[in-house]
């Protein structure tokens, strides 16, 4: 389940992750979010991608391509999963 949850303070995180039992795979060291927004210069994580079962993380990164910078005021988030 991915999307903009524009939860700045990540209040949104601890329902998902404890409540529902998902991961968060835009979670970055020191507790931040992947920066996505604004899309011309990142400096928060809003956008988020939270997934359960069978799957693992294998990267996650934001497109920072300059038609995604103008194309919404989000970078768009590519995450892979491999099927485990």
């Known amino acids: 389940m991915g999307g903009d ?5 990540s209040l949104l995180r601890p329902i998902f992750t404890e409540v529902f039992g998902f991961r968060c795979a ?3 060291k020191g507790g931040w979010a992947l920066r996505t927004y604004p899309s011309f210069s990142p400096q928060g994580g809003l956008d988020r991608i939270y997934y359960r079962g069978p799957f693992e993380l294998t990267s996650i990164r934001s497109c920072r391509l300059q038609v ?10 590519i995450a ?3 099927l485990t």
Do not use: K, M
Not at 5 to 9: E, Q
Not at 68 to 77: E, F, K, M, T, Y
């Open 5 to 9: 949850f524009n939860d700045w303070r």
């Open 26 to 28: 835009t979670d970055r």
């Open 68 to 77: 995604s910078r103008v194309a919404s005021d989000h970078l768009p988030v």
């Open 80 to 82: 892979e999963f491999q």
